[in-house]
């Protein structure tokens, strides 16, 4: 009979499963999560600061030190976070989640001056269907230029890529053109990965060609997902990436057996199965 389809396509999927299917099987199939890291609450962490942050007047944002105001009433909070403390941090381990937390927004107010940004909308959770493929992205900003233009923000806590790598970072910043452009009838000037590890910005520009070239590598991806669902057949993809995959030790080419992952990490405490459409 085949596997279920996933509900829906966002910047995340399409990267899973162009980077490897079957790890893309094991998330996004057969909803398995892998648990929390330092390193993904930390973005989380400094995500929510900004997202605050641009929650507020221009007025409020000339002075920067209201930021790390903001930061600290947040990271008071987050300590609560039952994710957080599933990570058992040290008092030091929290201390420096604190202070690179600290430098990743420090770092931000290098790249941008927040009084002359125009933000018209944070975190905006946007959903089309196009040709009976649904389509979901979070925006983190939508800023209009001083000359009336769209600018699609999207902030990265993680460094820069390499140059050899940098188009493959690109995915999202075409999705987010591609639902601008079916779901608000625009097409954003510019899409900017704000890099805040190495204070990097990659800017990329958008036109109606680039987003008609998208819509076409998406349906593709989704009919290989398509293919796959049918045949139950999701092939692991080796790469350099498979030392940081929570699913090596299931993975084929590591000779491991994938059919025991479902199993084992649903009864096991570090992972959950979760709702398809958080992933």
């Given amino acids: 009979m085949g596997l279920e389809l996933p509900n829906s396509l966002s910047p995340s999927k399409v990267t899973a499963f162009t980077d490897c299917p079957l790890a893309f099987k094991f998330s996004v199939i057969d909803h398995i999560a892998p648990p929390a890291t330092y ?4 973005g989380i962490l400094v995500h929510e600061v900004l997202q605050i942050y641009y929650g507020q007047s221009e007025e409020s944002r000339t002075d920067t030190s209201n930021l790390f105001e903001i930061f600290k009433s947040v990271f ?7 994710e957080l403390i599933s990570l058992r941090l040290t008092t030091e381990e929290m201390l420096k989640l604190e202070n690179e937390s600290k430098v990743l927004l420090s770092n931000y107010l290098t790249m941008e001056n927040p009084a002359n940004i125009n933000a018209v909308g944070i975190e905006l959770q946007l959903e089309t269907v196009i040709e009976n493929i649904k389509l979901r992205g979070i925006i983190d900003r939508l800023d209009i230029d001083s000359e009336g233009n769209f600018i699609v923000v999207d902030y990265k806590t993680g460094k ?9 970072r ?3 910043v075409n999705f987010y053109g591609l639902l601008c452009y079916s779901l608000l009838n625009f097409i ?5 990965l704000l890099y805040l590890a190495d204070s990097v910005t990659i800017t990329s520009e958008i036109d ?3 987003i008609k070239s998208y819509l076409k590598r998406t349906k593709a991806v989704w009919s290989a997902i398509e293919r796959a669902c049918i045949r139950d057949d999701f092939r692991p993809n080796p790469s350099f990436k498979c030392q940081w995959c929570f699913f090596s030790k299931y993975c084929p080419t590591n000779g491991g057996n ?4 479902l199993t084992e990490l649903s009864h096991s405490s570090s992972f959950s199965i ?3 459409e958080e992933i």
């Fill in 39 to 42: 390193v993904t609450l930390k």
């Fill in 76 to 82: 008071d909070r987050f300590k609560s976070n039952p």
């Fill in 160 to 168: 820069s890529p390499a140059v050899e790598l940098e188009s493959s």
């Fill in 170 to 172: 690109l995915t999202g």
């Fill in 188 to 192: 954003p000037k510019q899409v900017k």
């Fill in 208 to 210: 109606e060609e680039r």
């Fill in 258 to 261: 994938p059919d025991l992952a």
């Fill in 274 to 276: 979760v709702d398809p």
